[in-house]
Nanobody, 128 residues
Framework: QVQLVESGGGLVQAGGSLRLSCAAS????????MAWFRQAPGKEREFVAT????????IYEESVKGRFTISRDNAKNTVYLQMNSLKPEDPAVYYC?????????????????????WGRGTQVTVSS
């Protein structure tokens, strides 16, 4: 069992930056692929980024490429999402998710139904 707790959300001006963190419980964090998803009001939850279990590889949704960076520190059981140049279309509840089944190396990494564990989310608001 893995428990995930997100933090770091808040209100930021357009063009600003936020760093989200997701702290995981358990001793097997380094074996999980990790991902960030987001859900805006009235919209379905969507994939943002994922990182391999060892942290050597990443994949991003097209609209965040070059602005967001996913990273992880396995010694601290934490995954991060650095968000720069935030835009009015970025506000959402941001969720981290853990994958025990090697989704990163398949075509299913963006499918939220495939992830084993989820945090409760952290709200990101962008003012124009």
């Amino acid at each position: 069992q893995v428990q995930l707790v997100e933090s770091g959300g808040g209100l930021v001006q357009a063009g600003g930056s936020l760093r989200l963190s997701c702290a995981a419980s358990g001793r097997t964090f380094s074996t999980y692929g990790m991902a960030w998803f987001r859900q805006a009001p009235g919209k379905e939850r969507e994939f943002v980024a994922t990182i391999s279990s060892g942290g050597e590889s990443t994949i991003y949704e097209e609209s965040v490429k070059g602005r967001f960076t996913i990273s992880r520190d396995n010694a601290k059981n934490t995954v991060y999402l650095q968000m720069n140049s935030l835009k009015p279309e970025d506000p959402a509840v941001y969720y981290c998710a853990a994958d025990a089944d090697g989704l990163f190396y398949s075509d299913l990494y963006a499918d939220e139904r495939r992830y084993n564990y989820w945090g409760r989310g952290t709200q990101v608001t962008v003012s124009s």
